[in-house]
């Protein structure tokens, strides 16, 4: 019998995917909310048919490698989870600014969210960014060395040097987000 060994994971593919499938769900939102017909099944299906068309491509001519990410270094900002993407951009512009300019500076407190969950909310030295983040959303972009403990005070967490290069990374890019992130 002649097995076919499986392809590797390619989590370019697998971001790509989920923007993608996010998409579908916030168009259905959309359309439920103001009475639009909703073709949610059509949508997933012409999702689906173009990923199948994909994979043949890359079977008729052999798949793009897999560029593995390294444990550091910058990460590859479409491989950022939705949800803490967004938490991080915030944090960046805020406390690493987008231009030449110096870096304001300012780290993230212990706080309770609006819904009464443990969180975290930026503070900046002028002020405190109002919104504040869910320890859920904040956890993941500390797994991914992106926020750190803060070397003065354990309790509060700052961009790592990690979080630093991909910020920079991804300004030198552009830096639109989340118009970058079409361009998986």
Request: with cysteine; hydrophobic share 35%.
């Amino acid at each position: 019998m002649n097995r076919r060994s499986r392809p590797s994971s390619d989590p370019y593919r697998k971001a790509r995917f989920r923007e993608i499938a996010r998409e579908i769900v916030a168009k259905d939102r959309y359309n439920r909310k103001y009475g639009i017909s909703v073709d949610t099944a059509g949508a997933i299906a012409n999702a689906l048919e173009r990923a199948y068309r994909d994979g043949l491509h890359d079977g008729e001519h052999g798949a793009v490698p897999v560029a593995e990410q390294p444990d550091n270094g910058p990460i590859e900002w479409a491989l950022i989870p939705p949800r803490p993407r967004d938490a991080f951009w915030t944090i960046c512009l805020f406390t690493l600014s987008r231009g030449d300019g110096p870096a304001p500076g300012g780290r993230l407190v212990p706080a309770l969210t609006e819904r009464g969950t443990p969180g975290w909310m930026l503070d900046l030295q002028e002020r405190t960014y109002e919104k504040s983040f869910g320890d859920r959303t904040i956890a993941p972009l500390i797994r991914l060395g992106l926020i750190e403990d803060a070397s003065d005070d354990p309790a509060h967490r700052v961009v790592s040097k990690r979080g630093t290069e991909t910020w920079s990374q991804f300004v030198q890019r552009g830096g639109q987000y989340p118009d970058d992130l079409t361009n998986l």
